[in-house]
């Protein structure tokens, strides 16, 4: 069970710490000797609950997660938290107030847009707080000042605040979360599928994070959710008439949060491999000091990075704005014609892979998640300044 160490920038299904793989690989065959395999048990068995706890131990060492909020594990990914998350929190808002209110969105790449799209498509009463296209000449690449839309906030009743924190297709990561959001009393719903665990964050300042795990955290499968628990309580004080006759699409039970959480994660099958790979994923990052030293190393990686594509300005183009650039997902193309395929067959012959931008914005795309080492991002840099010096 060896592999030669990868370097893949991949934007996710994404590398995983091999010494992870070569456990879960063990684990897949025989559990602590028990002569089955983790994947072969029980949802509902001692062993099974154990993997369920040590996750929500861990995570919750990791984020610092205070008392105040719950965590939990649900199948799916991403855009199944897209529709769980418009349903169950317009559910919690007609449990507090009685009325549906209305969801905002922060829509500053195409994974927050999809996210009110689907919002939109299930008859969740939703809008758009901005679209930052409409700052950026019809593109996406910034993130419009507070001042531009921070107003908007005060117009009308919103059930939620929703934002992407980093968008994995455009490279645009929320440097922090706005103020005009943290200084009201306002439900921040944060996907935070390709940053978390990144970097440190203030887990109270936000009411529900959502991440789908394939990326910092593990393989696709599960979404990790942390929410405060008066949203719970908030869910449960409706009724499903209450919400019928509102117009409000009732959530699935499999999706409903309340029902997830007084089953510990388990009311049906939880994918146990897949929750065993994420917590060997958060022991490896608290047995290397915790987010912070990981926070420091994809710092690092982003400066090598985005510093050796900035060297060569009438080489390479960076899409998007110096203060909302990802750290996680780094988007740049060739201002050149004619040379996207010389490059990744480049990159390719000395093994950097996965560095194909997303069909919709073309040119490149490396992402820098956790289990990419600080050695390939500075292979990588390397070959970035080698081929514009060669190419230019
Ligand atoms: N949100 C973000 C930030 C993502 O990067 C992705 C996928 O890459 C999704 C949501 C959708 O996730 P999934 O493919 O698991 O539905």
């Known amino acids: 069970l060896e592999r030669e160490e990868p370097s893949h920038f991949g934007a996710g299904p994404a590398q995983l710490p091999t010494k992870v793989l070569q456990q879960a690989a063990q684990d897949l065959v025989n559990y602590n000797g028990i002569g089955l395999g983790i994947g072969e048990i029980s949802h509902r068995s001692g062993d099974a609950s154990n993997v369920i706890d040590s996750a929500k131990a861990n995570l919750r060492k990791l984020m610092k997660i205070p008392d105040t909020h719950e965590v939990f594990f649900m199948q799916g990914g991403g855009t199944t938290g897209f529709s769980s998350l418009a349903t169950n929190l317009t559910a919690a808002h007609v449990g507090k ?37 409409d700052f950026n000449n019809g593109k996406f690449g910034v993130i419009p000042p507070e001042s531009a839309w921070a107003d908007k906030l005060k117009a009308k009743e919103y059930s939620y605040i929703y934002l992407c924190e980093n968008e994995t297709v455009h490279g645009i990561e929320w440097p922090k979360l706005p103020t005009a959001l943290t200084d009201s009393d306002v439900d921040i719903v944060a996907d935070l599928s390709s940053d978390i665990l990144s970097r440190e964050i203030d887990v109270s300042q936000y009411s529900v994070i959502m991440a789908g795990a394939q990326k910092n955290i593990g393989l696709a499968g599960l979404t990790i959710y942390i929410m405060k628990k008066s949203i719970l309580e908030n869910i449960s004080a409706t009724s499903l008439d209450q919400l019928r006759q509102l117009g ?70 960076l899409p ?63 070959f970035v300044e080698a081929f514009a010096s060669k190419n230019a």
């Open 97 to 133: 107030t009685g009325s549906t209110g209305t969801a905002g969105y922060l829509v500053t790449g195409s994974w927050s847009a999809k996210s009110l799209e689907e919002a939109q498509r299930l008859g969740i009463k939703s809008e758009a707080i901005f679209n930052a296209k």
């Open 248 to 317: 409000v699409p009732i959530t699935p039970i499999a999706f409903d949060y309340p029902t997830v959480v007084k089953n510990n994660s388990a009311y049906n099958t939880i994918p146990i491999f897949t929750l065993h790979v994420i917590d060997l994923v958060l022991r490896q990052i608290l047995e290397k000091g915790g987010v912070a030293v990981q926070q420091k190393d994809n710092e690092l990686k982003a400066e090598l990075l985005y510093k050796a594509l900035s060297k060569y300005p009438d080489f390479y183009a």
């Open 320 to 382: 998007v704005a110096k203060d909302c650039r990802s750290k996680m997902n780094v988007v740049f193309t060739l201002k050149k014609e004619g040379l996207d395929k010389k490059f990744l067959d480049g990159a390719a012959a000395i093994k950097l892979t996965g560095l194909k931008g997303h069909r919709s914005v073309g040119g490149f795309r490396a992402s820098l998640y956790n289990a990419v080492s600080v050695e390939s991002t500075k292979k990588l840099a390397q």
